[in-house]
Structure formats: structure tokens, C-alpha cells
């Protein structure tokens, strides 16, 4: 596709429910990223997919986070027993393998009540 | 560990005004710095970058950022603003393959 795209754009679910948040990244490119923005923070790096190399799961904040990508198409990050605290936008970008710039889909409203 | 920080969090200027945020990281390494903006409503978009080589580099929309080493900064500067950049502007490190990103600078720009 022409950018990279995420859905839903909004999510709203009750505390201790397990969401799926997915990702299309632009077609050929080889990394995938996840980010966290909560509200009136910075962007915080979640998880780096590259090719079929073991991902970077360095940044997931629990065990209740995890995320699968298939090849090098979509990615989707769930996020089991939902929390108040996970309530974010959940940004995910794309590019090639060696190109530094990090091309961003629209990002996931996950209100947690 | 690795930080950015912006040290503006709210900024507020009349159109025509000139615009300078401030960066800072902790890094001791190479470092590749970008600053991302975000208008409302919109994705991130790439403002403009820094690899190598001079240290004052050009973005899109009349921005610019210089990278000072020694001060570990790389600060946007733009000599006068419009009311369309009203945005968030966010400052980044790309170390290893991550990015890390700043707290975000909210820019109003008044006519």
C-alpha cells in the first residue's frame, strides 16, 4: 500500500479483556516497529521485527505483550488482561533494512476502562 | 540508559516569531537524530534528519537543526513561523535500530 496502516483506529475495552492491535507496513519493507505513546509522554519503543531475524522484544513492558509477524507483511501486537495503564496510542512504523527513516501508520486509540 | 530529552514542553508564538526547541540525548556513541512533527489529526512525518557530514542540515517547510556534538544537542530552529506549524515536534536517536524519542514539544502558532 501506499502508507503504512493500522486497525482499528480506535479501541475501547474493559479491564482484564485481550486486544489485538494490527499493522500493514508499506509493501517491502523488511522492519516493522512498535511504538507506546500514553498520553502526554514521549514514544516508547515496544518491539523491532527485521526479516526473519529473532525480533527485539527489548521494550515490552510485561509479559502480557506480545507480537508475531508473518514474513515480512502484517504484524499484529496483543496485549492480554488489559489494564487501566495500557490505555495509549500504539504507533507502528516500517522501513527497509538499513534505511534510517521510519515511515508511520495513523496508530491505535486503545481506551482501557 | 539511553535518553532525549526536550526541554520545551508547551510553546506558544505569534505567527512571524522565530521558533527554537531544544534537544538533548545521552548517547556517547554515533548517533543519527531526526525530528518527527505531528499535526493534528495526522501520522508522524519526518521533518528532517541528521547522518553525517554538516552539521546544520535543511528539513522540510523552512526548518532547520543543528547537531552540536560536543553539547550532545540537536535543536530545530525556524526563523519564522506560520500558523500551519502548529503541531507536536518530537525529537529522536536512532541507536542500534530503535528510535528514541523525546517527550514532544506542543507548538501553537497565533496569527
Known amino acids: 500500500g501506499a502508507g503504512v496502516s493500522q486497525s482499528p483506529s480506535n479501541k475501547v475495552t474493559e479491564k482484564g479483556k485481550d486486544v489485538e492491535l494490527r499493522c500493514d507496513p508499506i509493501?517491502?519493507?523488511?522492519?516493522l516497529y512498535w511504538y507506546r505513546q500514553r498520553l502526554g509522554q514521549g514514544l516508547e519503543f515496544l518491539i523491532y521485527?527485521?526479516?526473519?531475524?529473532?525480533?527485539?522484544k527489548s521494550g515490552l513492558p510485561s509479559d502480557r505483550f506480545s507480537a508475531e509477524r508473518t514474513g515480512e507483511s502484517v504484524s499484529t501486537l496483543t496485549i492480554q488482561r488489559t489494564q487501566q495503564e495500557d490505555s495509549a496510542v500504539y504507533l507502528c512504523?516500517?522501513?527497509?533494512?538499513?534505511?534510517?527513516?521510519?515511515?508511520f501508520g495513523p496508530g491505535t486509540r486503545l481506551t482501557v476502562l | 540508559a539511553q535518553s532525549v530529552s526536550q526541554h520545551n514542553h508547551h510553546v506558544i508564538l505569534s505567527e512571524a516569531a522565530s521558533l527554537e526547541l531544544g534537544c538533548n540525548y545521552s548517547?556517547?556513541?554515533?548517533?543519527?537524530l531526526f525530528w518527527y512533527v505531528q499535526y493534528p489529526g495526522q501520522h508522524l512525518q519526518l521533518l528532517l534528519k541528521?547522518?553525517?557530514?554538516?552539521?546544520l542540515v535543511k528539513g522540510i517547510k523552512g526548518f532547520e537543526a543543528e547537531f552540536i556534538k560536543s553539547k550532545f544537542s540537536f535543536n530545530l530552529r525556524k526563523p519564522s513561523v506560520q500558523w500551519s506549524d502548529t503541531a507536536e515536534y518530537f525529537c529522536?536517536?536512532?541507536?542500534?535500530?530503535?528510535?528514541?524519542f523525546g517527550t514532544g514539544t506542543r507548538l501553537q502558532v497565533f496569527p
Open positions: 512504523a516500517s522501513n527497509w533494512a538499513g534505511l534510517n527513516e521510519q515511515f
Open positions: 509493501s517491502g519493507h523488511t522492519a
Open positions: 521485527f527485521q526479516g526473519n531475524s529473532a525480533p527485539d
Open positions: 548517547y556517547g556513541g554515533t548517533v543519527n
Open positions: 541528521y547522518f553525517s557530514g554538516d552539521p
Open positions: 529522536a536517536v536512532k541507536i542500534t535500530d530503535k528510535l528514541i
